[in-house]
């Protein structure tokens, strides 16, 4: 259980939809905060006022869709886990987003599932955060060279002579080190 409430930020044009993440989320009340936003530009203003861990929006609104409202908080709230719950599924859309987003849930979805997936990040965020994570990370004097068999194997990989390797050179790359 979280040392803190996580606070949750639905942003959907559909108050019926609003209402349902309202009510679902009751079951979660100990460890969620829940906001409601009706517009990207009511998210953006709730999130300049105060700061979520969990932005949750869906793709089709009017005025400022999903995709521009994940890029605007990514480019100026970038540590809010960004997620996707939509009844849009098309295939561009989706892809747009994929670099946006760090989690797509098609509507309908279970609120325990969505739960669980949003304690996940969040968790692994908070362990990324870490100061022993960036202790470890920053402590790191030099990163390791691929090796030599790695190498090799992707240049012949790569070779315009797909021919394999003659008996003495596939003997040598057995012998690397």
């Given at each position: 259980m979280p040392t803190r409430k996580r606070r949750i930020l639905f942003v959907d044009d559909d108050p019926l939809a609003l209402r349902g993440f309202e009510r679902a989320a009751e079951a979660y009340e100990d460890d969620w905060e829940v906001y409601l936003a009706r517009s990207g530009a009511e998210a953006l203003h709730l999130l300049a006022q105060m700061p979520a861990d969990v932005l949750i929006t869906d793709m089709r609104m009017p005025e400022?869709?999903?995709?521009?409202?994940?890029?605007?908080?990514?480019?100026?709230?970038p540590g809010v886990v960004r997620f996707v719950l939509s009844g849009n599924t098309e295939e561009g859309k989706m892809l747009e987003t994929a670099r946006l987003a760090h989690q797509f849930f098609a509507k309908p979805c279970d609120m325990a599932y969505l739960y669980q997936r949003v304690e996940?990040?969040?968790?692994?965020?908070?362990r990324l955060n870490s100061p022993q994570m960036?202790?470890?990370?920053?402590?790191?004097?030099?990163?390791?060279?691929?090796?030599?068999?790695?190498?090799?194997l992707m240049k012949a990989l790569q070779s315009e002579d797909p021919t394999p390797p003659s008996r003495s050179a596939r003997l040598s790359l057995r012998m690397l080190p």
């Open positions: 400022m869709d999903g995709s521009a409202l994940l890029e605007a908080v990514s480019r100026r709230f996940a990040a969040c968790r692994l965020r908070e960036v202790q470890l990370v920053t402590g790191i004097k030099k990163l390791p060279s691929l090796p030599t068999l790695y190498i090799r």
